[in-house]
């Protein structure tokens, strides 16, 4: 089944490329079926580029999707065109009436910020308590998912001694997980994060199950059940090129860097890097999206309640 999208938005002909399916608007309006209503709360610098990586893979699930691109009311990106926001985005003031059958909350190359140092973490926060009375389930990303942690349950995070970048391995802990169906018993996603959150950490009273751990790189994905809350603290949305290019681009601004991990062959940067984690995103947001399909109330308006 296809996602919606605006027709003119970039993102519609990268996936169009690729063969996700699309469907224009006054088609979707026809359909005598309700389709998910998806909220993309976008704090990455490239914003196009975060659009596609998320849309390729809510649109390659057979459900039909509709999704709302959301910025910050109170900060203006300042990499991402005027042009694009105002014809793409929504502030969130503008959709907070509004009830949303997920919510994904994507990173920001914030983390070593405090949280309250964030010109925008009061909206933030605002956010995600509105999440819990609009917002079927929440799908955080990255610094999202720390942020979100650390709203909810007061979790810090830690800084490393050094970044921790490349393509890590995975263990899958608990198999019988509605979001972990069809995944292998280890897996490998990009990791790309100074900080992290640390199991001991976690609230003693079992509410918040960890689904992903990695020996080298520590929590992966967690889960609140009862909220229906998400939290993968990396990259497994990236694109094939991803990390090479945040690895240049620190390269030429002088920061302090190394070859990320296990991404090149033979660590050798002038190689084609080879996607070893494209079928395992798939599967967790076609997953997530199942869940929510499954659970989610027919009447839109009845969400929270």
């Known amino acids: 089944m296809p996602i919606r999208i605006p027709a003119n ?7 169009a490329r690729e063969g996700v399916m699309l469907m224009a608007e006054d088609e979707a309006d026809v359909q005598d079926i309700r389709p998910l209503r998806v ?33 910050m009311s109170s900060h203006t990106p300042k990499t991402a065109s005027l042009d694009h926001m105002l014809s793409f985005y929504r502030p969130w003031d503008e959709v907070k009436d509004q009830k949303y059958d997920g919510l994904i909350v ?37 610094w999202g998912a720390q942020a979100a942690l650390y709203h909810y349950h007061g979790v810090p995070k830690h800084t490393l001694d050094a970044k921790a970048f490349g393509v890590f391995r995975h263990r ?10 069809g995944f292998s018993d280890d897996f490998s996603i990009p990791v790309s994060r100074w900080t992290e959150v640390r199991r001991e950490d976690l609230p003693a ?28 603290f990396n990259h497994v949305e990236y694109d094939s090129t991803s990390l090479g290019e ?16 296990n991404y090149f062959p033979g660590d050798d940067p002038t190689r084609e890097p080879e996607n070893r984690w494209r079928s395992h995103a798939h599967l967790l947001f076609g997953n997530w999206l199942n869940e929510v399909y499954q659970s989610t109330p027919f ?7």
Request: charged share 25%; with cysteine.
């Open 246 to 261: 945040e690895y240049r681009r620190d390269v030429e601004k002088g920061s302090p860097i190394g070859v990320p991990e």
């Open 106 to 142: 994507t990173g920001a190359p914030i983390e070593l910020m405090p949280f309250e140092e964030v010109t925008y973490w009061d909206e933030l926060s605002a956010i995600f308590d509105w999440a819990d009375t609009h917002v079927h389930s929440l799908f955080s990303v990255c």
């Open 9 to 15: 938005l970039p993102a519609a002909k990268v996936l």
């Open 39 to 71: 909220g993309l709360l976008n704090l990455m610098p490239d914003k196009v580029r975060t659009e596609s990586q998320i849309a390729r893979l809510v649109g390659a699930t057979p459900l039909q999707v509709e999704l709302d691109l959301i910025k």
């Open 299 to 305: 009447d839109v308006q009845k969400i929270g309640e």
């Open 172 to 181: 899958n802990l608990a198999p019988a997980s509605p979001y972990l169906r």
């Open 205 to 232: 009273n079992g509410d918040i199950k960890v689904l992903m751990e990695g020996a080298e790189t520590g929590l992966c994905m967690v889960v609140e059940e009862a909220k229906r809350r998400l939290y993968m």
